[in-house]
């Protein structure tokens, strides 16, 4: 991660503490969980997604994101939730080291580069128990944001901070790559409205399979 990107966003969770309501996409994964397993989430903000998870499951949850700030802040705010830890680290380069039945990232692997993307990926195959899932949403190259700002690298660019638009055949195959398999694919718009922004984003669910 870069510095200018983790100023970036600690910056942004100045303003931003307090976790809003969950995500629709935390609403799409939740059917999928199971009581008493294990789940991370790569990159929580300020811990939306992370709290809805929690506080609906019995799942002991990592929620990791760069912002020292935010993570200081989330785990004083969480109150006695035993079963929900906010971690400070980089997800390119983890080094905890469980096995963990899920893992979960919304719109952070665009947050990072191919390369960091494939690290998060590698270390999320070799942490997955058999037939454990990792879950994605991610920004796509046909978002209405493409293109704004400067194009420092392939579908790169930088406005206030950096995005990496995705390519889903790129992403599958990396996933593949790293030793998990594919079980959905979705890119549609409607799956992630913003205010007047309605991008079309991409949804995978990939298997750890035995
Ligand atoms: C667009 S926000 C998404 C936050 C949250 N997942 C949500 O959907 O509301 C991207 C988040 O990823 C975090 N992030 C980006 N790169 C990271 C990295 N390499 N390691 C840890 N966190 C990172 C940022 O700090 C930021 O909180």
Known sequence: MSTEEKS?????YKNHS????????????????????????????????????AENTTIKYWAVDQCQNEVDFLNEYKGKMPNLTFLADDFTKLKIDE?????????TLHSVNKEGERRAMKWVSDHLKPNGLF????????????????????H?????HYR???VKEDMIENGIEAG????????????APYKENDPEVIRLIFLKSI
């Open 18 to 53: 307090k976790p809003g309501s969950q995500s629709l996409f935390a609403d799409f994964v939740k059917p999928f969980l199971q009581d008493k397993t294990s789940m991370i989430e790569l990159g929580c903000g300020n811990g939306r997604d992370a709290l809805f998870f």
């Open 8 to 12: 970036y966003w600690s910056e942004y």
């Open 164 to 166: 990496r638009f995705v």
């Open 135 to 154: 879950f994605i949403e991610v920004r796509s190259t046909k978002d209405e944001l493409y293109g704004q700002g400067t194009n420092i690298g392939e």
């Open 180 to 191: 998990l398999k594919l079980i959905y694919s979705l890119q549609s718009k409607g799956l």
């Open 99 to 107: 096995k963990l039945n899920y893992a979960y990232s919304r719109f």
């Open 156 to 160: 790169e660019f930088i406005t206030d």
